[in-house]
Nanobody, 123 residues
Framework: QVHLVESGGGLVQAGDSLRLSCAPSRRTFSRYAMGWFRQAPGKEREFVSGISWSGAITDYADSVKGRFTISKNHAKNTVYLQMDKLKSEDTAVYYC????????????????WGQGTQVTVSS
């Protein structure tokens, strides 16, 4: 079974940047769209950003538009989430996810989840 492995979380101050990475545990990975979700304490998991398999289509939650950028390196089979101008309300566990297409990711129809990485933003 393929897993998604995230890295890059940590503790930063408000206004700082972080980059999260996500790669499948095996190079032979189906042509999934990928995305990032997050879950803050006491809140439901929410969509953050998504990218199509080709990388041509990207999607963002309103709360992160203009601050976060999702990208994909096909050669490394890795998806990144560049997070700039971080705010305390961005504090959460961030999960990498894979779905059949961009719409599936956007609506939470996820087939593979990562284990999550903690992002903490101090104000």
């Amino acid at each position: 079974q393929v897993h998604l492995v995230e890295s890059g979380g940590g503790l930063v101050q408000a206004g700082d940047s972080l980059r999260l990475s996500c790669a499948p545990s095996r190079r032979t990975f189906s042509r999934y769209a990928m995305g990032w979700f997050r879950q803050a304490p006491g809140k439901e998991r929410e969509f953050v950003s998504g990218i199509s398999w080709s990388g041509a289509i990207t999607d963002y939650a309103d709360s992160v538009k203009g601050r976060f950028t999702i990208s994909k390196n096909h050669a490394k089979n890795t998806v990144y989430l560049q997070m700039d101008k971080l705010k305390s309300e961005d504090t959460a566990v961030y999960y990498c996810a894979a779905g059949q297409d961009s719409r599936a990711v956007r609506t939470g129809a996820i087939e593979v989840w990562g284990q999550g990485t903690q992002v903490t933003v101090s104000s």
